[in-house]
């Protein structure tokens, strides 16, 4: 699925630095979603915008910091990460139909490794 | 919570062979999609089946909601189709996220 665009594809941080991930979809998607994917485990939620409000969030460490500016735009934003967050963060979009759940397309992944 | 098991784990086949991978889950579901993730990470997007039968190309795949499986048919297997195939459910009916299976793993040899 490449109409799911995340940047940057690769991501090297030190564990003081902030840094910013981006998602961007015009497929008129009003549910967004941040997955979290260790190696050669599933992907794993964390984060659920719809209609740019979080209307789900798993549980996630506040070093972990999303925000939905608009509806084509989503931000995962990382401040003092540990080495264990070292992971590939996928972005993924779908309708948001009341009642009835659409199929979640996803993005390429930001693949993060922190020094 | 919903379980979804995903067998077999691992498959290696030559180029050409089918296959068939198996989804069960726990709990009645009203959507099921089916993605394979390639050797570089990107989660492609396969069938969305909540029932019945879908076919595309050499790849086809059949979920039988009432008994609680799904079915991912690849034919004549190309190197391409290696990768990690995983099948998601929500975990009730009406949730937002998805809940992934562990995976299979195919290795297709030329």
């Known amino acids: 699925d490449t109409e799911v665009t995340q940047t940057p594809k690769h991501l090297v941080m030190g564990m003081t630095n902030k840094k910013s991930l981006k998602c961007e979809q015009h497929m008129g998607h009003r549910a967004m979603y941040w997955y979290k994917q260790k190696a050669k485990k599933p992907p794993e939620l964390m984060f659920v915008?719809?209609?740019?409000?979080?209307?789900i969030n798993e549980s996630v460490p506040s070093r972990f910091s999303p925000e939905c500016p608009n509806s084509s735009l989503l931000n995962l934003h990382l401040h003092a990460l540990q080495p264990e967050d070292s992971a590939l963060y996928l972005c993924?979009?779908?309708?948001?139909?009341?009642?009835?759940?659409?199929?979640?397309?996803f993005g390429d992944g930001t693949r993060l490794s922190i020094l | 919570g919903i379980q979804v098991e995903q067998s077999p784990p691992d498959l290696i086949l030559q180029e050409g062979a089918n296959s068939t991978l198996r989804c069960n889950f726990s709990d009645s579901v009203n959507n099921l999609q089916w993605f394979h993730q390639n050797p570089w990470g990107q989660l492609i997007n396969l069938f969305y089946i909540p029932s019945g039968t879908k076919q595309n190309g050499r790849l086809s795949a059949t979920t039988v909601a009432t008994e609680r499986y799904s079915l991912l048919y690849i034919s004549s297997s190309q190197t391409t189709d290696s990768g990690v195939y995983f099948c998601a459910v929500p975990p009730r009916q009406g949730a937002q996220k998805l809940v992934f299976g562990q995976g299979t793993r195919l290795t297709i040899n030329p």
């Open positions: 915008y719809s209609y740019e409000k979080l209307s």
């Open positions: 993924a979009s779908s309708q948001a139909l009341r009642g009835r759940r659409q199929p979640q397309h």
